[in-house]
């Protein structure tokens, strides 16, 4: 329990000098644990007032003429109760994958089947407002985990279709590069003024509140795709013009990857 945890800086100073800092983060570690846990706990505790919220407006609804004064309000009760149950889980499925350690990242991700998936769930969601481009390289899997890697990339490709006008088209791409496998998704949407870009991936952080209020998310979607690609030592690389739209990709680094 007195074990402290420090954080060491080795600058080299001048030729042949090095400079080395160490810092006690003992405290802020702490801290940082009990933050999560909190976070963590909350949102189990209202996971089920939610669940029987939902339940009761649900019966209320069915129990309502469609013209009765009651119709609307309850319509938005229910709407807004459903926003908070999504985003609950969020905040859960960000605790889990902020708190995981030692990924194991031995399977092999089968990508061709995984972005057939993607593309399932993109057209669901997209219906038939966009045109959706999907390219994959055949043969070309990687070492990874399967469920955190779709989650990143589900992520991305939803946040394109929210973030993008009806009538717009979305592109998402897997192929070899020099380094490894870029992963890709590219949009006609409303793009991100370049102050936003470096703090997109903090929880919560959301560029425009009222516009981004209608597109009913969280904040949270790209904070889970940080960790998630930081388990499979990649980053997210996101390139935008305001008002054209963004590419949002990562790339996994050749040592993971499987070719078939
Ligand atoms: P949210 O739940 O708000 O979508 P995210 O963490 O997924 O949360 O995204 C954070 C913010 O980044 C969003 O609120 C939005 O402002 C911006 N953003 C994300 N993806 C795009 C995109 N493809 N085009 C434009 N803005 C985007």
Same mark, same amino acid.
């Given at each position: 329990?007195?074990?402290?945890?420090?954080?060491?800086?080795?600058?080299?100073?001048?030729?042949?000098?090095?400079?080395?800092?160490?810092?006690?983060?003992?405290?802020?570690?702490?801290?940082?644990?009990?933050?999560?846990?909190?976070?963590? *706990?909350?949102?189990?505790?209202?996971?089920?007032?939610?669940?029987?919220?939902?339940?009761?407006?649900?019966?209320?609804?069915?129990?309502?003429?469609?013209?009765?004064?009651?119709?609307?309000?309850?319509?938005?009760?229910?709407?807004?109760?459903?926003?908070?149950?999504?985003?609950?889980?969020?905040?859960?499925?960000?605790?889990?994958?902020?708190?995981?350690?030692?990924?194991?990242?031995?399977?092999?991700?089968?990508?061709?089947?995984?972005?057939?998936?993607?593309?399932?769930?993109?057209?669901?969601?997209?219906?038939?407002?966009?045109?959706?481009?999907? %390219?994959?390289?055949?043969?070309?899997?990687?070492?990874? %985990?399967?469920?955190?890697?779709?989650?990143?990339?589900? *992520?991305?490709?939803?946040?394109?279709?929210?973030?993008?006008?009806?009538?717009?088209?979305?592109?998402?791409?897997?192929?070899?590069?020099?380094?490894?496998?870029?992963?890709?998704?590219?949009?006609?949407?409303?793009?991100?003024?370049?102050?936003?870009? *470096?703090?997109?991936?903090?929880?919560?952080?959301?560029?425009?509140?009222?516009?981004?209020?209608?597109?009913?998310?969280?904040?949270?979607?790209?904070?889970?795709?940080?960790?998630?690609? *930081?388990?499979?030592?990649?980053?997210?690389?996101?390139?935008?013009?305001?008002?054209?739209?963004?590419?949002?990709?990562?790339?996994?680094?050749?040592?993971?990857?499987?070719?078939?």
């Amino acid at each position: 329990s007195d074990k402290r945890l420090l954080e060491i800086r080795v600058m080299s100073y001048g030729d042949r000098q090095l400079l080395l800092i160490a810092r006690d983060v003992t405290r802020i570690h702490q801290l940082e644990g009990m933050r999560k846990d909190f976070v963590a *706990n909350v949102s189990h505790e209202l996971k089920t007032p939610l669940t029987v919220l939902q339940g009761y407006l649900e019966i209320m609804q069915t129990m309502e003429d469609a013209d009765s004064p009651n119709h609307k309000p309850l319509s938005l009760m229910q709407q807004q109760t459903t926003r908070m149950q999504s985003m609950v889980e969020q905040l859960l499925a960000l605790s889990r994958i902020e708190d995981a350690v030692d990924i194991d990242l031995s399977q092999t991700v089968n990508m061709a089947l995984m972005i057939d998936i993607l593309k399932e769930e993109a057209k669901a969601l997209a219906g038939t407002d966009y045109t959706l481009v999907f %390219n994959c390289e055949p043969g070309l899997n990687t070492h990874g %985990n399967e469920l955190q890697l779709r989650s990143a990339c589900s *992520n991305l490709i939803s946040n394109a279709i929210r973030y993008t006008t009806p009538g717009g088209t979305i592109s998402v791409n897997w192929q070899s590069v020099a380094t490894g496998a870029l992963f890709s998704v590219t949009d006609t949407g409303v793009g991100i003024a370049p102050q936003h870009i *470096n703090r997109l991936t903090e929880r919560f952080y959301r560029v425009d509140n009222a516009r981004s209020s209608k597109t009913g998310g969280s904040g949270l979607g790209l904070a889970i795709v940080k960790h998630a690609l *930081n388990h499979h030592h990649s980053e997210l690389k996101v390139t935008s013009e305001y008002g054209k739209g963004s590419i949002f990709s990562f790339i996994v680094p050749s040592h993971l990857l499987v070719r078939q």
